[in-house]
């Protein structure tokens, strides 16, 4: 059975591509409202030595592009079939 987020929590996990003073997220993860809407997390550390706190980004989960297919018209005029001149 897979671990399913209850509403109103979340879970982050460290981020294996982190560097310190680095542009990646120190840890990501999901989180859920308590009327159950999924957002995206994600936890940095400041580049201050000075600050000791994570700021965190909440967003919608990506959802890639989908379905981004050009179609093209099969349609051609009555007569011009294959007869073509080029």
């Not at 680095?22 to 840890?27: I, K, L, M, T």
């Not at 000075?50 to 592009?65: C, R």
């Amino acid at each position: 059975m897979a671990y399913e987020i209850k509403n109103g929590q979340g879970t982050a996990f460290k981020n294996d591509k982190y560097e310190n003073g680095g542009n990646q997220p120190y840890a990501r993860g999901k989180f859920k409202t308590p009327d159950g809407k999924e957002y995206d997390i994600t936890l940095w550390i400041p580049k201050s030595d000075k600050v000791k706190v994570f700021n965190l980004t909440i967003q919608e989960p990506y959802q890639g592009v989908q379905g981004s297919t050009t179609q093209v018209s099969q349609n051609t005029p009555q007569g011009e079939g294959d007869n073509l001149p080029f």
